[in-house]
């Protein structure tokens, strides 16, 4: 539980770097609402503040993911909480896509609805637990922030966008094709980063984390054939 919950403070804090710029650009939509702009313009406002957001936020966890690991054991609380590293950097790789598209809820602020969002992430909590409780199951702990990934996508990602089209008029496949070039972008740099900016022990931690995963995959399949 401690290891966990370290993971999640890192995890708000990376968090709250988003917000920062969230509120910034709040005046801007509130003029855009104001002025009655079309979906278009919306989308193209919605497309430019999470493209900076994106940037700082992958440099921001590449960093993390060079150097937390030392950070948490050396300088923080010491080696009995290395594993807070893995969490931390499970539950952040999807919090840079769902915190680029924070200013859709600057544009929902300006227009006064939040109902409809508050209770589309109420559900992803529910769903959240549910994932959570299986997922830890299968694969122990580290099922946990897998779980909660999982969940905050499936909530902020996927059904938020669809909302957000009914409401502002979110072009979705132009956002989508965002999203899909920052994925691309993040698996090219994690890959440059494994290969030339990870010290042995760090890649030895992703390959355990793999071998995992494949093992706890394997026992279930030789249960059902069982």
Same mark, same amino acid.
Request: charge should be positive; charged fraction near 10%; hydrophobic fraction near 60%.
């Given at each position: 539980v401690t290891v966990y919950a370290i993971a999640m403070n890192v995890s708000l804090i990376y968090g709250s770097l988003a917000g920062a710029v969230r509120n910034v650009m709040l005046p801007h939509a509130v003029d855009m609402i104001a002025a009655k702009k079309d979906g278009k313009q919306l989308t193209d406002f919605v497309i430019s503040g999470g493209r900076y957001q994106f940037f700082v936020l992958v440099y921001i966890l590449g960093g993390f993911v060079m150097l937390g690991k030392e950070f948490i054991t050396a300088y923080w609380v010491g080696p009995a909480y290395a594993d807070a590293w893995n969490i931390t950097v499970i539950l952040m790789i999807p919090m840079v896509f769902i915190l680029s598209q924070n200013i859709t809820q600057v544009v929902l602020d300006a227009l006064g609805k939040r109902l409809v969002r508050s209770l589309i992430l109420v559900g992803g909590s529910v769903l959240n637990v549910g994932l959570t409780i299986w997922m830890v199951r299968m694969w122990g702990y580290i099922g946990a922030p897998i779980g909660t990934s999982i969940s905050v996508c499936v909530s902020s990602l996927l059904v938020l966008n669809i909302y957000h089209r009914k409401v502002i008029g979110l072009d979705v496949l132009r956002f989508g094709f965002f999203? =899909?070039? *920052?994925?691309?972008?993040?698996?090219?740099?994690?890959?440059?980063?494994? =290969?030339? *900016?990870?010290?042995?022990e760090e890649k030895r931690t992703v390959k355990r984390l793999f071998s995992v995963f494949r093992r706890k995959r394997g026992d279930g399949r030789e249960e059902q054939e069982g």
């Open positions: 999203v =899909v070039k *920052g994925l691309l972008f993040s698996a090219v740099y994690f890959c440059l980063l494994y =290969v030339w *900016g990870f010290r042995p």
